[in-house]
């Protein structure tokens, strides 16, 4: 008997350890990644990061984030989302729209406007530069293609100046600081970390900020659309944890400056000033943004930068109820 009974155990355990490798299978098969490469800056997907909520959110979905980087920039981020090896990823709307060439497969799912505080044409606080109009004949430091070189575009139309009347350096935003202190480049169109790293150190001042000349460049989000098309109720949660990231960065700038002291490493000043900044919710696109960005896709077909415009309505993810 005892020995029936234990052959009887045996058998039982066997098929108990059958069902729970199958079931642990089954889930691990069932289970969702979502790979976001970031990049070090203080936009709110950088806190939906640092403060965990968004893994929190998304295990309840039988989602798993998995966080790739961090990248120095969105353009090294987007060779990974065409590749398919990253599913999400935030950059600006000028890098976003030179990586929309080609057989990309990528889509916008949220658009967040530039306050316009926060970047801006910036010069030497003792340089005899007083206006945008004085920077005929001068040098301007701006990365190419980027940020910089589409606010120093606008910056010349506001104000009636030839865009041939300014020399522009076209330098990466590291190379850019670095002609900067030194005096080889007469301004900077300067954006992100640069800009209040500039003022707070490099004994900078402002000819002129962009909601000055109505810059229409803004931090964008981006997605597979096979990864969309796949998990489309993970997009709306991804999106409400950006728009409570920026909230809580408008509410908390004490502790918002802390937080990009420790993670960026950055001087207390800076750190303090990056925190002044506004920070917009992100919004879903709809016919304003989709308008923000065919004006900047006609400049940059334009400028020569992309060979040709963008269908900018092919990039913009719908969920399937819109």
């Known amino acids: ?3 029936k009974y234990w052959v009887g155990a045996a058998i039982a355990a066997a098929v108990s350890l059958v069902v729970l490798v199958s079931a642990t299978t089954q889930t691990m098969a069932e289970q969702v990644v979502l790979r976001i490469a970031f990049l070090r800056g203080s936009e709110p997907m950088s806190i ?18 998995e966080w790739v980087g961090p990248f120095a920039a969105y353009a090294p981020a987007a060779e990974g989302l065409n590749a398919g090896a990253i599913d999400m990823s935030t950059g600006s709307s000028t890098s976003a729209l030179s990586s ?14 530039d306050a316009g505080d926060s ?12 206006t945008l109009a004085d920077l005929a004949g001068h040098s301007v430091a701006v990365n190419r293609g980027g940020s910089g070189d589409y606010n120093l575009a606008k910056a010349l139309e506001t104000t009636g100046v030839a865009s041939d009347q300014v020399k522009r350096a076209y330098l990466s935003p ?30 900078a001042r402002v000819v002129s900020l962009a909601k000055d000349f109505h810059s229409e460049n803004a931090v964008v989000y981006v997605v597979r659309q096979a990864f969309a098309q796949a998990h489309p109720e993970v997009i709306g949660p991804v999106l ?20 990009w002291e420790g993670e960026l490493k950055l001087n ?34 334009a400028q020569k930068i992309l060979p040709g415009p963008i269908a900018i309505d092919r990039h913009i993810w719908k969920t399937p109820t819109q």
Do not use: C
């Not at 929309?100 to 406007?113: K, R």
């Not at 970047?119 to 007083?130: A, C, H, Q, R, Y």
């Not at 600081?177 to 954006?191: I, N």
């Open 1 to 3: 008997m005892k020995s």
């Open 48 to 65: 939906a990061r640092l403060n965990g909520n968004l893994e929190k959110r998304l295990a309840k979905l039988g989602v798993k984030v």
């Open 100 to 113: 929309f060439g080609g057989a990309s497969t990528l889509a916008l799912f949220a658009y967040q406007w």
């Open 119 to 130: 970047s801006g044409i910036l010069v030497k606080k003792n340089s005899p530069i007083k």
């Open 174 to 203: 590291t190379d850019s600081a670095a002609a900067f202190t030194q005096d080889h480049v007469d301004a900077w169109s300067s954006w992100g970390m640069y800009f209040p790293i500039a003022l707070a150190l490099y004994d």
């Open 240 to 259: 409400e944890e950006l728009q409570a990231s920026a909230k809580w960065a408008r509410e908390h700038r004490t502790e918002a400056a802390k937080l």
């Open 268 to 301: 207390p000043a800076v750190a303090q000033l990056l925190a002044s900044y506004d920070m917009p919710d992100p919004v879903p696109l709809g016919e304003r943004e989709v308008t923000a960005l065919n004006h900047l896709n006609d400049w940059m077909v």
